[in-house]
């Protein structure tokens, strides 16, 4: 039943060793998007794709990069890991861009996990 | 900037009621949303809200006022299940399309 799968729930990875996370979707949505989340933060958008289309966040660094290759998947990449990337890392997809005010509800994963040692 | 304010803790008793507040300040405004998260899982949709007033779904209600920038969470008939984080999001104008703007959640322990 699972809609929207992140694997792998934890990952550990080594300061400056490149690591890719991964996400699929059943929903057949248009948008899919990674956030970052640390501890007690808010949930913070890094990017996201409309079908093929990448936005980037301004303020994202340069060290995350995404790939989408198919509607149903989407790569995070972590090019030099360092020890402030710490986090958790969501994915969602919602149907559309939703603009106006239009609902737009995201139906995100349940994340993974990232420590760097 | 962009700033989304909740309580950061809040603690209830089972079968009680609460109220979670949510006061923004953001560059537009396009819909409030409310999620839950339990612990080590993915954030679930609760409600969104465009108009002024009250929005209720079974004993989950939600409220907006956009001329004060605030939005309240009801629970009501308090569960041990709904002690989970509840995060506010505001969708906002132009940047990305569709963009939310997250507060850093309310963490809800509901007591015996």
């Known amino acids: 039943d699972a809609m929207v799968i992140q694997n792998p729930r934890y990952q550990v990875t080594q300061f400056g060793k490149p690591v890719t996370l991964s996400c699929s979707q059943t929903l057949n949505h248009n948008v899919m998007y990674w956030y970052q989340q640390k501890s007690s933060q808010a949930p913070k958008l890094l990017f996201h794709?409309?079908?093929?289309?990448?936005?980037n966040e301004a303020d994202t660094p340069d060290n995350f990069q995404s790939r989408r290759p198919n509607t149903s998947f989407c790569f995070l990449d972590i090019r030099s890991p360092g020890l402030g990337d710490a986090a958790m890392y969501l994915c969602?997809?919602?149907?559309?861009?939703?603009?106006?005010?239009?609902?737009?509800?995201?139906?995100f994963g349940a994340g993974t996990r990232l420590s760097v040692l | 900037g962009q700033n989304i304010d909740q309580p950061t803790e809040m603690t209830a008793t089972e079968g009680a009621i609460v109220q979670i507040n949510c006061t923004y300040q953001t560059s537009g405004f396009n819909g409030l949303f409310w999620y839950q998260q339990h612990a080590g899982e993915a954030p679930t949709f609760l409600s969104y809200n465009v108009l002024d007033g009250l929005e209720e779904k079974g004993r989950f209600s939600s409220f907006l006022s956009r001329s004060k920038g605030y939005s309240y969470l009801l629970l009501k008939e308090l569960q041990m299940k709904d002690s989970a984080s509840y995060l506010c999001a505001v969708k906002v104008y132009g940047g990305s399309q569709g963009n939310l703007i997250f507060g850093k959640g309310t963490k809800l322990s509901v007591k015996p």
């Open positions: 794709y409309y079908d093929k289309d990448f936005n």
């Open positions: 969602a997809t919602s149907r559309d861009a939703g603009t106006g005010t239009a609902k737009n509800i995201q139906y």
